[in-house]
C-alpha cells in the first residue's frame, strides 16, 4: 500500500488548493481513504474522509469549504480546498484503511502518505 500526496503550496487567504492522493498497490474499493492535517507542534487532526459506499465526512472546519473525492479509474483521492483560512496551514496526510467504514480518526488508520504542505497567508 503506498499513498503519495502533491499539490501543497503557499496561497493567499481566499484562495482555492485541490491536494491529490495518488494510491497504490490496494483497491480502492475495498479501503477507507482520510485526509488528515497536522501542524508542528499539534496533534493531527481529522478534515475529511471518503469511503466504498462513496460516503462521505467532513470536520466542522472543513464542512462547505471543502470536498472530498476519488476516482476509481485512477485510483487518485482529492481534496478540493476552497476559501482557504490562515488557519488551514498544516501539513496534509492521505490516509488509507482496509475497512468499509471506520471513524474519521486518525488511529483508525494503518497506511500513510509522507504529507503535503498548505501555507495560507493572511
Known amino acids: 500500500v503506498e499513498l503519495l500526496e502533491s499539490g501543497g503550496a503557499f496561497v493567499q487567504a481566499g484562495s482555492s488548493l485541490t491536494l491529490s492522493c495518488e494510491t497504490s498497490?490496494?483497491?480502492?474499493?475495498?479501503?477507507?481513504i482520510g485526509w488528515f492535517r497536522q501542524v508542528p507542534g499539534n496533534e493531527r487532526e481529522e478534515v475529511s474522509c471518503?469511503?466504498?459506499?462513496?460516503?462521505?465526512t467532513y470536520a466542522d472546519s472543513a464542512m462547505g469549504r471543502f470536498t472530498i473525492s476519488r476516482e476509481r479509474t485512477s485510483n487518485m483521492v482529492y481534496l478540493q480546498m476552497n476559501n482557504l483560512k490562515p488557519e488551514d496551514t498544516a501539513v496534509y496526510y492521505c490516509?488509507?484503511?482496509?475497512?468499509?467504514?471506520?471513524?474519521?480518526?486518525?488511529?483508525?488508520?494503518?497506511?500513510w502518505g509522507h504529507g503535503t504542505e498548505v501555507t495560507v497567508s493572511s
Open positions: 471518503v469511503y466504498s459506499s462513496d460516503g462521505v
Open positions: 490516509a488509507a484503511v482496509e475497512r468499509y467504514w471506520v471513524l474519521c480518526r486518525d488511529y483508525e488508520f494503518d497506511y
Open positions: 498497490g490496494f483497491d480502492l474499493d475495498d479501503y477507507a
